[in-house]
Structure formats: structure tokens, C-alpha cells
């Protein structure tokens, strides 16, 4: 089955001091067109980004027709991670977390086991995820999905670059809500 209904989830950026709620716009595409935005919020650190999350998918519109979940990153508004097999059980769709380079893991765990709220739960999260592999220029954790297929999509949306294009509309829209206009890679 060709996967061409995605949603692409980023962050909105936000500055170091702030505490709170953290914008998240999911872009939806079928195949190369955008076909709507969503945004939510989920909390700066904390650990609801799995469910609000489900709950932006599940409550749209675009539900029934969605085929996978593109992440930029496991980990939302600083780190509330994703629980990628539980959002991909709750939605019963793939999960794709995509990353640019290959992340410092001792550098988050370090970070996690530090001052973070419920930093071991949600390290246990990451390493659960698995280990990130390379792909299609990218590095990439996966749920619900083989490797042939999660590199199959990456490709198949990967339209000006590596990063796939829901992803890059999901950064800039997320930009611009909370600075007034994109900028910066994704």
C-alpha cells in the first residue's frame, strides 16, 4: 500500500525561560500537496505529548484518512518525548522520528538524569524507541513500519532536500506562529 496521507509534527521555537505550553502545528499532506494544518500545544518539559499528540490526529477532519506520523525529533518543546509505540498503538499508524544528524545520546541521557522532570521515565522512552538508524540521508526511529517502507516514504516526501515536506511545512508554519515569520532549517 502506497503511504501518501501524512501529518509532519514540529515545535514551535521558544525561549529558554519559558515555561508553559509550547505550540505544535502538524502539517497533513496527500502526497505533494498540503492539504491542512493542525496545531495544538504541549507542555514545555513535561510528558503529555504523546496524548495531545493522538488527540490532534484522532480529532481531526483528516483522521480516517491518515497513513503515518512524521516526527521532527523524539522529543517536543524541550523534552517531552514521544512515546512512539504508544502513539502508534493509540493511532494504528506508523511512526517516523526524523532527525538531520545522529544525536548525541550521552548528551541526552546526561541531560534527562539531570534537573528534568521524570527525566528516567522519559529516557527509558528514548532508548525504548531504539537506536537511531541512517536513511535516506536522514537518521530515523521507527514504529509500526519496516526499514524498506520508512525509507520508501522519506523518499517519496523528501521534496527539496532530505527532510521530508511535512516536516519542512510544519517547521516554518511553526516558526512563523510564534515569530511572526519563518526561518532557519528544519
Aim: charged share 20%; hydrophobic share 50%.
Amino acid at each position: 500500500m502506497a503511504l501518501e496521507h501524512v501529518v509532519g509534527f514540529d515545535d514551535a521555537p521558544f525561549d529558554r525561560s519559558h515555561r508553559g505550553d509550547v505550540p505544535v502545528v502538524g502539517a497533513v499532506f496527500c502526497g505533494s500537496r498540503m492539504e491542512g494544518v493542525l496545531i495544538g500545544h504541549v507542555r514545555r518539559d513535561g510528558a503529555n505529548a504523546t496524548s495531545a499528540l493522538a488527540a490532534l490526529v484522532a480529532g481531526s477532519r483528516f483522521s480516517t484518512h491518515l497513513q503515518l506520523v512524521f516526527l521532527q525529533g523524539i522529543a517536543l518543546a524541550g523534552f517531552n518525548v514521544v512515546d512512539i509505540h504508544a502513539l502508534h498503538a493509540t493511532l494504528g499508524i506508523p511512526v517516523v522520528v526524523v532527525a538531520r544528524r545522529a544525536p548525541d545520546m550521552a548528551a541526552i541521557e546526561a541531560a534527562l538524569r539531570g534537573p528534568v522532570p521524570g527525566g528516567e521515565r522519559k529516557w527509558r522512552l528514548v532508548r525504548r524507541a531504539g537506536a537511531m538508524e541512517p536513511m535516506a540521508g536522514v537518521w530515523v526511529q521507527r514504529s509500526g513500519i519496516e526499514a524498506s517502507a520508512a525509507e520508501h516514504v522519506i523518499r517519496r516526501f523528501a521534496l527539496h532536500g532530505n527532510i521530508p515536506e511535512p516536516l519542512r511545512a510544519a517547521h516554518l508554519v511553526a516558526g512563523a506562529l510564534a515569530r511572526g515569520e519563518s526561518r532557519g532549517r528544519v
